[in-house]
């Protein structure tokens, strides 16, 4: 009889105590009786390894290879160093197991690791594909930086591998779409993964820290310089993963090592259609005194990029100066269609009146106290939307002082902004601020859309004249199956005060509440064992174990 899971590593010149704690992590999985039960084999391929040391401790295992209440070990020798892809592929050939389970020369499993994958596909039979939380094992031995991942996040795939560790995936499935690739030795999990994606997504999330990664001298767990080879097999891995999925895209490493950026192409020249609300309000900004949508349209209108044709939609209120709406003209001419609201203020009415106006295939809603950082923001949202289960691009946005206002939505226990108030060039945590990503929703004050999803959704609720309406549209969206995307490479300022405190009718939260129930406050791409009512990724307490301090290599404690 077959067992359930195949452990696979591939084995070249780790420490040798690293590989016995490898080795003993998979034979502790065997305590657990419902995963011995099922069985466990753990194939190891020895890809020429040169130490003397390791050889020994390949030996003793090969000596040890016999049944232990259901797992077998199996050693198998490469007569030269061929690299990780042909020692995996051989892993993948002698493996018999119904899963395959991806595990480094040097990496720990925890104790119940696949207790909970096994009890994660039983819960879901037709599940193929399996990924869990992980953290680092540092050089002191100390547990630290849990990596707590969101629910499947396919276009963060596409920038990096957030999945990592730990993988179980179903074994003919792994086979079938060709196992490892040959030449992307460095990203080869990387790019096993856009290809499993491509047949077996969404992938089941398992929220445990289920491998501890070990941080060695010579792992990208410590420093992804180390294998400066695979950044260019990343840009190879997604590149050809979206020319398989007809994307065309400009892929190309970034600053961020493991870090990716696909430009996605547009197709055509498509009309945007941005849609400004406003009564026309001034303010000082760096100490200048401006009409807000004069600069809102201008800094778009100055934007060189010539793939979309954009027009402008200004949802004007009656009675507003006349300076405003002639200043619009000389900016925008014949690409300004003003439509006049003479109605008490409604956020929504007026973001809807907007949309029945455009003619555009897509909709900018844009707030007017907003300025265009980037160039090219509004072809980079369009690329994105052109993809036909996304409903919704949002972009980044950073208050006046250059600090974030808008890194999507999260409603991890609270309806509020990713990373609020951080440093505008932070990277964020795991590169979330780097990355383009599902998120769970996005903020009208700059966000696109097709105009078809729009009117599909049902447009905006103008129940919500003021507050979340832009969160009603999103679980709007996302209710209708489609995807929210913020992308960190669209970016306007915007004008917000961050000491503002926006009056909140509690009949509108009543209502938001009431319209999603428990569904509105549980975000699958934040993580549970993230601190409720938070933005910043704060994990809970008593989670990781990281202590305070780190005990250097020289005998010195450092403290972070």
């Known amino acids: 009889m077959s067992p359930r899971f195949s452990v696979i590593t591939a084995v070249f010149d780790p420490e040798p105590d690293h590989l016995r704690e490898c080795v003993a992590s998979v034979d502790a999985q065997l305590r657990r009786a419902d995963v011995a039960a099922g069985g466990v084999e753990h194939v190891l391929v020895d890809d020429g390894s040169r130490r003397a040391d390791v050889r020994a401790v390949l030996d003793d295992l090969e000596r040890s290879s016999r049944r232990r209440g259901g797992a077998v070990r199996r050693v198998i020798r490469r007569q030269r160093n061929g690299g990780i892809v042909a020692a995996s592929n051989d892993a993948l050939a002698a493996a018999s197991g119904e899963f395959v389970v991806l595990l480094d020369h040097d990496d720990v499993l925890h104790a119940d690791a696949l207790a909970s994958v096994a009890a994660a596909l039983d819960a879901d039979p037709g599940c193929d594909v399996a990924y869990s939380d992980h953290d680092l094992l540092r050089p002191d031995g100390r547990r630290a930086f849990p990596l707590y991942k969101p629910d499947f996040s396919l276009e963060r795939l596409r920038c990096h591998n957030y999945i990592t560790h730990l993988v179980v995936a179903r074994r003919s499935l792994v086979e079938d779409v060709g196992g490892f690739t040959p030449g992307m030795d460095g990203a080869q999990d990387h790019d096993l993964m856009l290809r499993l994606a491509e047949v077996a997504a969404p992938f089941h999330h398992v929220p445990e820290v289920l491998l501890h990664w070990r941080q060695a001298p010579t792992s990208s767990a410590l420093d992804s310089a180390n294998k400066p080879a695979a950044i260019d097999a990343e840009v190879r891995a997604v590149g050809a993963h979206l020319a398989r999925c007809g994307i065309e895209a400009d892929v190309r490493a970034t600053e961020l090592p493991g870090i990716v950026r696909s430009e996605h192409a547009v197709v055509g020249r498509p009309t945007v259609s941005v849609v400004i609300p406003t009564r026309g309000s001034r303010g000082r900004v760096w100490g200048a005194e401006r009409i807000f949508v004069h600069e809102a349209v201008a800094s778009i209108v100055a934007d060189p990029d010539d793939r979309v044709e954009v027009e402008f939609v200004v949802v004007l209120d009656?009675?507003?100066?006349?300076?405003?709406?002639?200043?619009?003209?000389?900016?925008?001419?014949?690409?300004?269609?003003?439509?006049?609201?003479?109605?008490?203020?409604?956020?929504?009415?007026?973001?809807?009146?907007?949309?029945?106006?455009?003619?555009?295939?897509?909709?900018?809603?844009?707030?007017?106290?907003?300025?265009?950082?980037?160039?090219?923001?509004?072809?980079?949202?369009?690329?994105?939307?052109?993809?036909?289960?996304?409903?919704?691009?949002?972009?980044?946005?950073?208050?006046?002082?250059?600090?974030?206002?808008?890194?999507?939505?999260?409603?991890?226990?609270?309806?509020?902004?990713?990373?609020?108030?951080?440093?505008?060039?932070?990277?964020?945590?795991?590169?979330?601020?780097?990355?383009?990503?599902?998120?769970?929703?996005?903020?009208?004050?700059?966000?696109?859309?097709?105009?078809?999803?729009?009117?599909?959704?049902?447009?905006?609720?103008?129940?919500?004249?003021?507050?979340?309406?832009?969160?009603?549209?999103?679980?709007?969206?996302?209710?209708?199956?489609?995807?929210?995307?913020?992308?960190?490479?669209?970016?306007?300022?915007?004008?917000?005060?961050?000491?503002?405190?926006?009056?909140?009718?509690?009949?509108?939260?009543?209502?938001?509440?009431?319209?999603?129930?428990?569904?509105?406050?549980?975000?699958?791409?934040?993580?549970?064992?993230?601190?409720?009512?938070?933005?910043?990724?704060?994990?809970?307490?008593?989670?990781?174990?990281?202590?305070?301090?780190?005990?250097?290599?020289?005998?010195?404690?450092?403290?972070?």
């Not at 009512?533 to 290599?553: F, I, V």
């Open 318 to 560: 009656s009675g507003t100066e006349p300076v405003v709406e002639r200043g619009l003209r000389t900016i925008a001419g014949d690409a300004l269609h003003v439509v006049d609201h003479d109605r008490p203020f409604n956020f929504a009415e007026k973001i809807n009146r907007g949309v029945e106006a455009a003619s555009g295939e897509f909709v900018l809603l844009l707030n007017d106290d907003t300025e265009l950082i980037d160039a090219g923001s509004v072809s980079e949202m369009v690329g994105l939307a052109q993809q036909r289960d996304v409903g919704v691009v949002g972009a980044r946005l950073l208050f006046e002082d250059g600090t974030l206002q808008h890194g999507g939505h999260t409603y991890h226990g609270t309806l509020t902004h990713v990373m609020l108030g951080w440093d505008g060039a932070h990277p964020g945590p795991y590169g979330l601020l780097r990355v383009v990503r599902e998120c769970a929703g996005a903020t009208a004050a700059a966000c696109l859309m097709r105009t078809e999803v729009f009117h599909e959704v049902g447009a905006m609720s103008t129940e919500f004249a003021r507050n979340y309406n832009d969160v009603d549209l999103s679980m709007a969206v996302r209710a209708a199956g489609y995807r929210i995307l913020w992308t960190p490479w669209a970016s306007w300022y915007h004008f917000e005060s961050r000491s503002f405190t926006h009056p909140i009718d509690p009949a509108e939260t009543a209502l938001i509440e009431q319209r999603w129930g428990p569904e509105l406050y549980v975000d699958p791409y934040a993580n549970p064992n993230l601190t409720p009512g938070r933005n910043d990724w704060l994990e809970l307490p008593l989670r990781s174990g990281a202590p305070a301090y780190e005990n250097l290599p020289d005998g010195r404690r450092s403290w972070g």
